[in-house]
């Protein structure tokens, strides 16, 4: 089965339900100073399927970026993934996104999954060199290590996260259960994240549930939610997220990073959308609604 995507049959014997919040959220968001940010975004930008949905009819490579920037406030950015991009790319990238929004990039793939965290120094150095280029659109940098890794390599994963820089804000995202012992994060990983004072990332996907694990090291969360297609169960899910979300905020949450996939991503701005209308109705935002239709010119 392919990560993110499973059958009819499948989806309709899946629980949906959220995981229980463990007592470490309490302490964590009780120091956060409340007033929630939100950045809600997709994984790509480059959809010309977009065009006379969201995007205008017509629209060139070239302005892709420039419209997606003005419906979202965030991208979930795995161009560095496979490949590292000049700076004079970086450069043009920044300039066609308004102060505010962020790139989230994810750590080359060459460290995470090649070279499995080891003997990198450099390729770090350089990684954070480059997408430094962004600047104050600079949002949080992801690693996700090789989903192979084991708790018995806790000391080269602690080793890593401790060698990029504290001005890169790097949210951790594990993909093997036996990081997970009980549902929750590996107590001594999760000490080491709140110490360094580093992210956790919750994927909430059809196939891979030990990755929604509820767990805030600080108080801020990034979800990365994968969708079905627009499948009943997708409303249902951000419906629990939103309740969710609510008794976070209320809680202390500064920020919320919800990063929509699907696997078909012509669906993802429809889900977004619901999202935005729900989090308005039951959590008291007034977060701008993305149109359906879309503009004509440039704004």
Not at 90 to 116: D, E, S
Not at 160 to 179: G, M, Q, R, T, Y
Not at 246 to 257: S, V
Request: proline share 7%; with cysteine.
């Amino acid at each position: 089965m392919e990560f993110g995507k499973v059958t009819q049959q499948e989806l309709d014997q899946i629980d949906f339900c959220l995981p229980p919040d463990p007592e470490t959220n309490r302490p964590i968001l009780a120091k956060g100073k409340g007033k929630t940010r939100f950045y809600i975004g997709c994984a790509k930008w480059g959809k010309k399927d977009w065009a006379g949905a969201i995007y205008p009819p017509g629209i060139g490579e070239q302005d892709l970026l420039h419209y997606y920037s003005r419906l979202f406030n965030t991208i979930e950015f795995s161009g560095f993934y496979y490949n590292l991009h000049s700076r004079e790319q970086i450069l043009k990238w920044k300039k066609a996104v308004p102060p505010g929004f962020l790139f989230c990039p994810k750590l080359p793939q060459y460290i995470t999954h090649v070279r499995r965290l080891k003997d990198v120094q450099r390729q770090v150095a350089e990684f954070v060199d480059l997408v430094s280029v962004f600047g104050r659109n600079l949002g949080p940098v992801f690693l996700m290590p090789h989903p192979q890794m084991q708790p018995q390599e806790r000391d080269t994963l602690e080793a890593f996260i401790e060698s990029v820089p504290s001005s890169v804000d790097l949210f951790l995202e594990l993909h093997n259960k036996a990081w997970y012992p009980s549902g929750n994060y590996d107590a001594k990983l999760f000490q080491f994240l709140k110490q360094k004072k580093r992210g956790t990332v919750i994927t909430d996907s059809a196939v891979s549930p030990e990755a929604l694990h509820m767990q805030l090291s600080r108080p801020e969360c990034y979800i990365r939610f994968i969708g079905n297609a627009l499948h009943a169960t997708d409303y249902r899910r951000i419906d629990n997220w939103v309740e969710r979300i609510k008794q976070w905020m209320d809680a202390g949450l500064e920020k919320c990073y919800f990063l929509v996939h699907q696997r078909d991503e012509r669906h993802a701005p429809k889900l977004i959308r619901y999202l935005v209308e729900r989090l308005n109705s039951h959590c008291g935002t007034a977060l701008p609604l993305l149109p359906l239709q879309a503009p004509l010119v440039h704004s």
